[in-house]
């Protein structure tokens, strides 16, 4: 969960100082839990809150492993992202992101002004590396964080939702995000927590800079023409959030579905 992967980034993280530090307090909002797979062995719960206050939100995300992932490893996950609403989503202000496990903390935040972000604050520090593509000041210009930009806003749930390319800094690291549209069908499952319309995106995964050029994980991630994202209306509210994430890995498919919204 050091670097980008979509259980860090919902999966995700995702994924602040305000600044004011990480928040402490639970707003009421919107929940929406999710199950993330591999393979069909479910290995994370994770639980994300939107709360709205006029122009402003924030986003709260808590992750824990479960299944039989709870055998082999023991961690969990909290993100915390704050901003103001836009006409076509979230625009952040402030990242925090923080894993535990037995052994190790990681911690990680960022602050975003005009969605120009700082360089990330990270404990522990990360080590030199020549194989690390250095993040110029230009790469964090016209970013958002990994949480708050998979989170879309629209008139109307359709294809125009995928027409869009999310640029996305975490703190580490710079990459881009190019979506399309697949299509639009209906979610029938009685085992997930919504039935209705979706529409379908395809991904790409663009690496930028701060990742590892010889790095398997990035290669593998770039060359992947197998991402995918369904997106439903979160209510009336305008909103529209993830319904099932689908990503290939050579372990097998990544999956996330929601199973809970309140």
Known sequence: MK???LPSLFATAALALGFAGPATA????????YVISIGGINVANVSIRLATEGSAYQLDLSADVAGLAQVVAQGSGAVNSGGVITQTGLQANRFYLETRTAN???ALQTAYTNANASEGTVTPPLAPNSDRVPVSSSHRSGVNDPLAAFILRGQVLDGS?????LRIYTGIERFDMPMSYVETTTATSARTAYQGPVVLCAMRYVPVSGHFETSEVTQYLANSDRMLIWYMPLSDSGFFIPYRVLMGSSFGDISMVLVGLQ
């Open 26 to 33: 639970q707003q009421a909002g919107s929940i929406a839990t």
């Open 161 to 165: 939702l995928c027409n869009r390319t």
């Open 104 to 106: 190790e903390r990681f």
């Open 3 to 5: 670097r980008f992967s």
